[in-house]
């Protein structure tokens, strides 16, 4: 489902302007879009959008990756500005190789890391290579 089929507040109605998309989205309705990478496949899913409250500013999309009905499924902490919109297909787009993302640092829906840990914090950025805002 992409956020046009989830927005039940009329946010993306086609509207007579050009561009990539939307300038501001809602955040609920981008949990659930699918994650790709350059080469067109499949990264895994929005599960959760983390946002710092010291800035206001997003700081992660946690995707979920693998499993049936989240038994098995591996969470992944991605770096918010590592994502890009894809507003034709209507999803985001991670630069990484699936095996890379496959082996990236993740967690257990039971075992949240404490992503305002410093030292976890640039663990995860370096692994994504992105800096930290």
Known sequence: ??????????????KDTDGP????MGADTLIGDHVHNLQDEHLGDIKEIMLDMRTGRVAYAV??????????EKLFAVPW????LDAANKRL?????KDHFENAP???SDRWPNMADQTWANSV???YRTSAM
């Open 1 to 14: 489902m992409t956020y046009q089929e989830r927005d039940t507040y009329g946010i993306y109605k086609e």
């Open 21 to 24: 998309g939307p300038e501001l």
């Open 63 to 72: 995707l979920s990756f693998g499993g049936v009905f989240t038994l098995g």
């Open 81 to 84: 500005n590592a994502l890009k």
């Open 93 to 97: 787009i991670l630069d990484i190789q």
């Open 106 to 108: 993740g967690f257990d």
């Open 125 to 127: 950025h370096s692994y």
